[in-house]
């Protein structure tokens, strides 16, 4: 079967477990590396792919670019300190604090469930 790319975008582990589960049901031959991705998303992309998808949204919203806001959605940052940290990759080195707790909000909300 031949392959087309359609588009390419970055999604989190919660949305990689997703589409790798529904490739598997699908009957699809699954290899080795079918085997080690899903042992690694098993234990690290737990939630919910719409779930995900939402929460990207939201921190989409609060502007900030689709690389930091999957790194914020496969971390899971419980602290101040960690979400500063994950943003120093897009910003400067002043964080807004309203802006880290609207991204904790929205991660609490993802990573507790």
């Known amino acids: 079967m031949d392959r087309v790319i359609l588009g390419k975008r970055y999604i ?23 085997e ?8 690290f992309g737990t939630k919910g792919g719409e779930d995900a998808r939402r929460a ?3 921190l989409k919203k609060l502007g900030l670019n689709d690389e930091t806001a999957v790194n914020l959605l496969n ?5 101040e300190g960690e979400v500063r940290a ?5 910003r400067e080195s002043v964080y807004d604090v ?8 929205i991660l609490r909300r993802l990573c507790s469930s």
């Open 86 to 90: 994950v943003l120093v990759m897009e």
């Open 12 to 34: 989190s582990l919660h949305e990689a477990r997703e589409a790798l589960e529904s490739r598997i049901k699908s009957g699809v031959k699954v290899v080795d590396v079918h």
């Open 36 to 43: 080690r991705t899903w042992s690694y998303l098993s234990l």
């Open 75 to 79: 971390i899971c940052p419980e602290s």
């Open 56 to 58: 990207f949204e939201m």
């Open 98 to 105: 309203e802006l880290v707790n609207n991204i904790l909000s």
